[in-house]
């Protein structure tokens, strides 16, 4: 799915406090807003799971809390992540899957998703 503009912030959970991406899940996050939220056990913001993927744009996952490092993100093995132009503290993640940082163009035109149905595409 592609989530616009939302912010995900004051959640409690176990891990992933703001997100659990799990296996087969691909959500896109454009201009979002994910912090403050906590995990008791395991990552407090965005938690991707063997299979999934996190991309966002413009979107910013910081400020997040758990009891356990990593504070705001985890991608297992075998999960994905992609940051465009995003703002992250890499040191408050903890990547044993691949992940993508791509700050180019961020001054630049601005992105805006557009979707034709089952079609969806970014264009600069």
Known sequence: PLIIRCRITGNVAKGGGGLAIYPNSHPTFYECDISGNES????????VFEGGSFTG??????????????????????GEAFFYCCEIELQNWDFTGSYVIDDSNCE???????????????FR
Do not use: I
């Open 108 to 122: 630049g035109v601005g992105t805006s998703p557009r979707s034709w149905g089952s079609m969806k595409a970014l």
């Open 57 to 78: 744009y413009d979107t910013s996952v910081v400020a997040n809390v758990s009891h356990l490092p990593p504070l705001d993100g985890t991608v297992n093995s075998g």
């Open 40 to 47: 008791l056990f395991f990552t407090g913001g965005v938690l």
